[in-house]
């Protein structure tokens, strides 16, 4: 599936090492938080998220 068309997936953990960043990309995720949660973290990693055009075909509330 293309990268604009799934979820993103963000690890968020208690581990904030080097290598528990690079373990959850290798596992396959988008991006990595680690606890305590900050809000600037999240709006950091929600703004690299691409929303799909409002209407667009692909849009799953389209047409509802």
């Known amino acids: ?6 979820p993103r997936i963000v690890a968020l953990t208690a581990s904030a090492m080097a290598e528990d960043y690079d373990a959850c990309l ?3 995720m988008d991006d990595f938080i680690s606890k305590p949660l900050h809000l ?3 709006r950091a ?3 690299k998220c691409t929303p799909l055009a409002s ?3 692909d849009d799953p509330h ?3």
């Open 26 to 28: 290798a596992a396959g």
């Open 62 to 64: 389209h047409g509802r």
């Open 45 to 47: 990693v929600l703004d």
């Open 40 to 42: 600037n973290d999240l």
């Open 1 to 6: 599936m293309p990268t604009h068309r799934r």
């Open 55 to 57: 209407g667009a075909p």
